[in-house]
Each structure stands twice: as C-alpha cells, then as structure tokens.
C-alpha cells in the first residue's frame, strides 16, 4: 500500500446537487483568485503559482567531475558539477530513427560503461503506475549513429546494454531478448512468457508490495543474464469495470491475491546468452516463499537472493552459483512481527564485503558483513534510524546514509567510516529534511532539502557537506509563498493517558487568537512504518490544509503508534491487530485537542487517504470517538480484500488470525458509526479496490447509518488526471464547511 498524494445512484445525486448549487467557499475562491494573500483550490492545483522546479535526471560521468541530462529543448547535455559550464553533447535533431522524419524525444537513458554508447527510452507506455513499456534506440557516439533496439514489433521493457556495450537486452511480451548491436540480429532467451508465466519483470502483486519492476540483470561478464520467472497461474482474477467509453460496461482483468488466498510462484534462473540454456537457482521446495530481491554477487559465478517466507518473519540472504544452481544461506534475519526487505545491501571491495541494515537492536543501523556471512561489525548504533543507503566512497572509506539521529521529524545526511573507527559525522546542516544521491566517484553528493512549509532546495555538496552551488532554489514559489497570509507548521508533542509520547504538526490561521474556539481537521495515514509529521515540504496537500487554515481552520496531524522512525518496538505494537492502538492514539490526540483552551472540543474532524481513509473511517467507528465528521478516501474495508504480501506481513492470514481481521475491519464495525462519515473512492482503483468502499456502504445501509458517497469514475488510487484534483478538493472543502 502505498501512502498516496496514498451506491453510485446516489453519488451521482450528491455530485449533480455539489455542481448546481455554488459550494459554501465560493466567496472565498474567488476573493482568492485576486489577493495574493489568498489560498484558492485553482491556485493550488490547477495554476502554476507554486509550480516547483525540477532537476532534470542526472546521469553522473565515470570521472566524478562531470553530469549530463536531458535539456529544455531536448539534447542531451553535460555539465561541469564544479562551476557549472554546459555543453550540448548529443543534438536532438540527430536522433532521427531510419525512415522517420522526426526525432525521438529523450525520456531516460543511460551509459555504456566505456560511455561511448547511450541506450534511449522513448515513448513510453503506462504499465499500472508507472511507464514501463516503450521503444529502446542506441546512440552510438562515435559512428554517429542511431539503431533501434529492435526491429519487431511489441513493446520493450527494461532494456540495459551489456557492460562491452556491444548487445543489448529487454523484455517483451514477458519473454528476454538480446540483440547483438553490430548485426541487429536478435535472440529469445526465454520461451514461456504469456500471460501467466512473466520474464523479467513482474506481477501486479510484487511490483506494488516488493516495488519491484525490472527482473532481469546483465552478469558482470556479459555472459549470462540473472532474471525471475513469475507464475501467477494460482492467483485468482479480480474484475473492475470500464463503464465510461462503451454501451455495455467492460471488465478490466487484474490477477490479484487477496489476503490469504494463493500467491504467483517465483523462480530464479540464469540464462546462458550464447547457449539460451537456464539454470535454475536451487531456492527451495517451498514455493510459498518470496524471492524478494536478486543481484549478481559481484562476481560472474554468483548470484545475491533475499527469500522471505510468507509469514515474513525471516529473510534469508543467500548466495547461488549460476552454473550449478547450488545455494547455501550466508545469514538469517528473524523478527517475531516482521522483517523488512533489505534494500541497504551494498557490495564493497570487490564483493569482499557487503552492507546490511537491521533492527536486530531495537532502532535500525548499518551492519557490516564478509562474503561468507560473518559478521564483522555494526557501523552505527543509538536510539535512531538508519533510513537509508544513500552511496559509498570507497576510495575514501565512507559510507552515506540517511538519518534520523536529530529526532523523528528530521532526516540528515550522515557518513561513518567502513573500518568501524570513530563515530558517524553529521554532513547536512539546516534543521529539515535532506535527501541525497551521491556521484560514483564519491566527489559531490546532491543535496534535495525541504521544510516544512519551505519548497526543495537542490544544491551540490562536497562529500564533507560544503556547498558547491545551488542547482534549484524554487525562487518563484517561495515568493509567492511569502505573500501568503499564513503561519508555518508548528511542531508539538503531547501523551496520551499511558503516557506514550506522540508527534505533531499544527498549522493555525494567520490572525490566530487564543482566546477564540477553533474547529480543527486531523489529517491521519497512520500504517505501519509511515509518517505524516516530518519536517519536510508537504506540496498540494499541504497548501491545501493552509487554505483551510485561512478559512478559521486548525489543521493538525498527529504520527501514532505504529508509525516509524522511532524504533522497532514503537512501529511493531501493532502486530496482528491493525487499527485498534492506532485509532486509540488518533482519539487521544482529539482529546488532547479538545483540552486546549482555543479548540471547539464539538468540532473536530479527521480525513485520510488509503490506510488514512481505513483510519478515518474505523476510528470513527470506535467507542468514545469524540470527532463530529470524517472523510475517507480510498479506504480500506476489510483487510480480507486488499493484498496477500502487505497484509499478512502485519496481520498474517485471515485463516490464522480470524479475530484479528473482525476486529480490524470497519465493515464488522459499520453499525457503531459515530459522526457523519464522507466516503471517497475511484471506480477504476487497483490497489484498495472499489469493492472496499461498496462493502463499506452496504454494511452502513444495512445498519440504517446515514454517509455521503462519491464516487470518481475510472480513477485510480491517486483519484487524479484532468481536472479531477479541482473537483475532489472543492468537493472535499465544501463538505468541511458543511459538516465542521
């Protein structure tokens, strides 16, 4: 699940009665599309006021000196990362394909790795969320000379070129390809793909939960590909319906494991490029298990594998020869709730050594580990969170990582060395968030940093954190923040009745006076790991809650337990029980509030989105809920339908864990609704699927609870294209007014 920015008869009432009468902030509005002081629904998503600038993707040069990206009118550029001078590398108007008239527009890219060959993504297709389908062209830079990837037909997927740079490899119709670029022949590696057995990239399932796409890997040799073979035979279909563009409605086939129900089988295997033979990875006979992660062990001979077992309570870090198919397990990770996937596993020293992150302590750190699964030593420890592997100077012996050593709500950039001596040293400076992607070469590190209430700063940093120049100030957006007449986020925290401390951000009116009584809107997610109460730039969202704030509004988001960055214990208590502490923590954070001499304990609200609108939606359901209104958006109803990976990571099976799911599910609890209760969902969502929220209203009918449903056809999880951000916001503001 993914934290997103996330009756139909009588949706259709309730969204012809929104468009005929002018909702209740239309004096506002349009006040606001004239005082620059003003908030409006239209300036915030359907205006370039705080429009932000984009870093164009940055592909760094093997000296460590230099970068290239793609420029404003399409060629390729590179820049000198010390004092900024550019070139045009590669015109756009030589990327003219044979036989076409029109050049090809540079989507992404990348480098051979003698950089004399760059392999180019063009236009794209959307695969779910993402465009993961497309056409593939290499550039050759000394023949100048552009030749397609391939010449059949069908979409290409995942494409690398091998490291000679003399092949390149894909995915198409879930079978890999490979072509010799200096005859353009190509040659199918794999022979199955349909539409249950995938090569090389991956189910609904996987992709979403395990965030994984590309399932295929060059070896470092260039003599074999590493790749998943992804069976999805035993998961059962789920319909949704296209009822916009035909007479009669269409259903959307979507093979979709509830929870509970049969998983796609996994298998690894290593495909011979000269031979087209494979070699399956010896990973047991358990085929409910999960190979979640796979790379070559930097070496041509052995592969990585991460296996986790479905209950997800113990990772396996294994190792797997490529021409025998023998594995043996190189360490065990075992948690009595969860175990997260390892994504800071790093190699260093030629695959001597490699990075590892765990819990194992009680706060997530940085292990160190030899090739043999040995442990050698842990590189951090404290009462915080390694949040990530942001990069590695090996040449300098520093590993890069994100951090949280200054509080929860922050995130710093750290280095510590890989020998163990000393301690970790802090390299960003300025209180907020900062997020980093370092050079290859560990000569600079790009340093994205934000606020809360401040948009992003990108600047490049020397790797002891001086600034070497700012690349993206926002200037236009912050100036037209400036002239906002609001007041920025101020951070609290408070505890509850069993004196469990917990975060806050609150965001008050600009002409705030305490002595009057305010009604106040909660913004919740709350799921397991997340956060909502960082000090980072929230983006529309969060204009939003300062437009409501201009309206008489204190909007406040309070993290519960369960939410991450303050150790294992903290994120883990709810275990096999999702919901119940969580809504407990939201309601205490109300009762907080409502203490407070400036609140107007009778008006009080709560709105989320996806595990937020489960959260909205159940809390308001519990005994003693003091909030008189909430909205939820794409919420789940019943942990039963949403998906096999995420929840039973936190609740196991329904089969093993019956209570658990009763007592989590709002459809179980639907007849003790207190409050009125705004239900928002997109007809067309393959997540939290549309069937949660008709489960949801069924049981609120069948229980003789009066709600408001809206429905948006054909919108996806992010309820979002066109103009559908205008209405759903102004829709959602108006109910607000009405209600609080």
Same mark, same amino acid.
Not at 268 to 290: K, L, P
Not at 521 to 545: E, F, I, K, N
Not at 596 to 625: E, H, K, N
């Given at each position: 699940?993914?934290?997103?920015?996330?009756?139909?008869?009588?949706?259709?009432?309730?969204?012809?009665?929104?468009?005929?009468?002018?909702?209740?902030?239309?004096?506002?509005?349009?006040?606001?599309?004239?005082?620059?002081?003003?908030?409006? #629904?239209?300036?915030?998503?359907?205006?370039?006021?705080? =429009?932000?600038?984009?870093? @164009?993707?940055?592909?760094?040069?093997?000296?460590?000196?230099?970068?290239?990206?793609?420029?404003?009118?399409?060629?390729?550029? $590179?820049?000198?990362?010390?004092?900024?001078?550019?070139?045009?590398?590669?015109?756009?108007?030589?990327?003219?394909?044979?036989?076409?008239?029109?050049? #090809?527009?540079?989507?992404? &890219?990348?480098?051979?790795?003698?950089?004399?060959?760059?392999?180019?993504?063009? %236009?794209?297709?959307?695969?779910? =969320?993402?465009?993961?389908?497309?056409?593939?062209?290499?550039?050759?830079?000394?023949?100048?000379?552009? +030749?397609?990837?391939?010449?059949?037909?069908?979409?290409?997927?995942?494409?690398?070129?091998?490291?000679?740079?003399?092949?390149?490899?894909?995915?198409?119709?879930?079978?890999?390809? $490979?072509?010799?670029?200096?005859? !353009?022949? *190509?040659?199918?590696?794999?022979?199955?793909?349909?539409?249950?057995?995938?090569?090389?990239?991956?189910?609904?399932?996987?992709? *979403?939960?395990?965030?994984?796409?590309?399932?295929?890997?060059?070896?470092?040799?260039?003599?074999?590909?590493?790749?998943?073979?992804?069976?999805?035979?035993?998961?059962?279909?789920? &319909?949704?319906?296209?009822?916009?563009?035909?007479?009669?409605?269409?259903?959307?086939?979507?093979?979709?494991?509830?929870?509970?129900?049969?998983?796609?089988?996994?298998?690894?295997?290593?495909?011979?490029?000269?031979?087209?033979?494979?070699?399956?990875?010896?990973?047991?006979?358990?085929?409910?298990?999960?190979?979640?992660?796979?790379?070559?062990?930097?070496?041509?001979?052995?592969?990585?594998?991460?296996?986790?077992?479905?209950?997800?309570?113990?990772?396996?870090?294994?190792?797997?020869?490529?021409?025998?198919?023998?594995?043996?397990?190189?360490?065990?990770?075992?948690?009595?709730?969860?175990?997260?996937?390892?994504?800071?596993?790093?190699?260093?020293?030629?695959? =001597?050594?490699?990075?590892?992150?765990?819990?194992?302590?009680?706060? %997530?750190?940085?292990?160190?580990?030899?090739?043999?699964?040995?442990?050698?030593?842990?590189?951090?420890?404290?009462?915080?969170?390694?949040?990530?592997?942001?990069?590695?100077?090996?040449?300098?012996?520093?590993?890069?990582?994100?951090?949280?050593?200054? !509080?929860?709500? /922050?995130?710093?950039?750290?280095?510590?060395?890989?020998?163990?001596?000393?301690?970790?040293?802090?390299?960003?400076?300025?209180?907020?968030?900062?997020?980093?992607?370092?050079?290859?070469?560990?000569? &600079?590190?790009?340093?994205?940093?934000?606020?809360?209430?401040? @948009?992003?700063?990108?600047?490049?940093?020397?790797?002891?954190?001086?600034?070497?120049?700012?690349?993206?100030?926002?200037?236009?957006?912050?100036?037209?923040?400036? +002239?906002?007449?609001?007041?920025?986020?101020?951070?609290?925290?408070?505890?509850?009745?069993?004196?469990?401390?917990?975060?806050?951000?609150?965001?008050?009116?600009?002409?705030?006076?305490?002595?009057?009584?305010?009604?106040?809107?909660?913004?919740?997610?709350?799921?397991?790991?997340?956060?909502?109460?960082?000090?980072?730039?929230?983006?529309?969202?969060?204009?939003?809650?300062?437009?409501?704030?201009?309206?008489?509004? #204190?909007?406040?988001?309070?993290?519960?337990?369960?939410?991450?960055?303050?150790? =294992?214990?903290?994120?883990?208590?709810?275990?096999?029980?999702?919901?119940?502490?969580?809504?407990?923590? /939201?309601?205490?954070?109300?009762?907080?509030?409502?203490?407070?001499?400036?609140?107007?304990?009778?008006?009080?609200?709560?709105?989320?989105?996806?595990?937020?609108?489960?959260?909205?939606?159940?809390?308001?359901?519990?005994?003693?809920?003091?909030? +008189?209104?909430?909205?939820?958006?794409?919420?789940?109803?019943?942990?039963?339908?949403?998906?096999?990976?995420?929840?039973?990571?936190?609740?196991?099976?329904?089969?093993?864990?019956?209570?658990?799911?009763?007592?989590?599910?709002?459809?179980?609890?639907?007849? %003790?609704?207190? !409050?009125?209760?705004?239900?928002?969902?997109?007809?067309?969502?393959?997540?939290?699927?549309?069937? %949660?929220? $008709?489960?949801?209203?069924?049981?609120?009918?069948?229980?003789?609870?009066?709600?408001?449903?809206?429905?948006?056809?054909?919108?996806?999880?992010?309820?979002?294209?066109?103009?559908?951000?205008?209405?759903?916001?102004?829709?959602?503001?108006?109910?607000?007014?009405?209600?609080?």
């Amino acid at each position: 699940m993914t934290n997103t920015f996330a009756p139909r008869r009588a949706v259709l009432g309730l969204a012809l009665a929104l468009a005929a009468v002018p909702h209740a902030g239309a004096a506002q509005q349009t006040a606001a599309a004239q005082d620059p002081a003003r908030l409006s #629904i239209e300036r915030i998503f359907a205006s370039s006021d705080f =429009r932000l600038q984009s870093l @164009p993707a940055v592909q760094w040069m093997k000296d460590g000196q230099r970068f290239t990206f793609v420029g404003p009118n399409g060629d390729l550029m $590179v820049e000198n990362a010390a004092d900024g001078t550019r070139s045009v590398l590669i015109q756009k108007s030589r990327l003219v394909p044979a036989g076409a008239r029109e050049s #090809i527009d540079i989507e992404d &890219y990348s480098w051979s790795q003698d950089e004399r060959r760059l392999l180019i993504y063009t %236009n794209s297709q959307p695969v779910w =969320r993402s465009n993961t389908k497309g056409t593939y062209y290499v550039w050759d830079l000394d023949a100048q000379r552009l +030749r397609p990837a391939s010449t059949n037909p069908g979409w290409q997927q995942f494409a690398k070129l091998s490291p000679d740079g003399m092949r390149v490899g894909f995915v198409r119709d879930n079978d890999i390809f $490979v072509t010799d670029l200096a005859t !353009g022949a *190509e040659t199918r590696l794999t022979r199955d793909g349909s539409e249950t057995i995938i090569n090389g990239t991956f189910d609904w399932v996987y992709e *979403e939960e395990l965030g994984l796409q590309d399932g295929w890997r060059w070896s470092p040799d260039g003599r074999r590909i590493a790749y998943w073979r992804i069976n999805q035979a035993p998961v059962r279909t789920f &319909y949704m319906m296209q009822e916009t563009d035909s007479l009669y409605a269409q259903p959307v086939a979507l093979r979709y494991p509830k929870a509970g129900t049969p998983n796609p089988i996994a298998r690894i295997g290593v495909a011979d490029v000269a031979t087209g033979q494979t070699r399956w990875m010896e990973t047991g006979a358990d085929s409910s298990v999960y190979l979640a992660r796979m790379e070559w062990a930097a070496s041509p001979d052995e592969v990585m594998i991460q296996r986790l077992n479905r209950h997800q309570n113990r990772l396996e870090v294994m190792l797997a020869n490529a021409g025998t198919g023998a594995a043996r397990t190189l360490f065990t990770e075992t948690d009595s709730a969860w175990v997260d996937v390892g994504d800071d596993f790093h190699w260093i020293g030629n695959g =001597r050594q490699f990075l590892w992150s765990s819990e194992r302590d009680g706060y %997530n750190h940085l292990y160190l580990y030899n090739r043999d699964g040995s442990l050698a030593r842990q590189l951090t420890r404290g009462q915080w969170e390694v949040t990530s592997v942001l990069g590695v100077d090996e040449r300098s012996g520093y590993v890069y990582f994100g951090g949280t050593e200054e !509080g929860p709500a /922050q995130r710093h950039v750290y280095r510590t060395r890989l020998d163990g001596r000393g301690q970790a040293e802090q390299v960003s400076r300025e209180a907020g968030t900062h997020v980093a992607a370092l050079s290859p070469a560990g000569t &600079y590190w790009l340093d994205f940093y934000s606020q809360a209430g401040v @948009p992003p700063v990108i600047s490049l940093r020397r790797p002891e954190g001086t600034l070497v120049r700012t690349l993206a100030d926002n200037a236009n957006a912050r100036q037209a923040l400036d +002239r906002l007449a609001i007041r920025k986020p101020e951070f609290f925290q408070f505890r509850t009745q069993d004196g469990t401390a917990l975060n806050g951000w609150m965001i008050k009116p600009a002409d705030f006076d305490p002595a009057r009584k305010y009604p106040v809107l909660m913004y919740v997610y709350g799921g397991p790991g997340s956060q909502t109460v960082t000090d980072a730039w929230g983006g529309g969202r969060y204009l939003w809650h300062q437009m409501l704030a201009q309206q008489g509004y #204190i909007v406040v988001s309070v993290d519960n337990r369960g939410t991450g960055a303050r150790g =294992r214990d903290f994120k883990k208590v709810t275990y096999q029980n999702l919901g119940t502490t969580e809504a407990q923590d /939201q309601i205490s954070a109300a009762r907080w509030l409502a203490a407070q001499p400036y609140v107007d304990a009778g008006r009080i609200g709560l709105w989320g989105w996806s595990y937020g609108g489960y959260m909205t939606s159940f809390t308001l359901m519990q005994p003693g809920s003091p909030f +008189r209104a909430g909205i939820a958006v794409a919420p789940v109803a019943d942990w039963e339908l949403y998906d096999t990976i995420y929840t039973e990571r936190f609740m196991r099976t329904p089969q093993e864990n019956p209570e658990g799911y009763r007592r989590s599910s709002p459809v179980a609890q639907a007849a %003790n609704l207190r !409050g009125k209760l705004l239900l928002i969902h997109g007809t067309g969502d393959d997540n939290v699927h549309f069937q %949660n929220s $008709v489960r949801l209203a069924n049981a609120l009918q069948a229980a003789g609870k009066q709600f408001q449903f809206m429905a948006y056809p054909n919108r996806t999880h992010s309820i979002s294209g066109g103009r559908t951000s205008v209405h759903l916001y102004t829709m959602m503001t108006d109910w607000i007014l009405q209600n609080l």
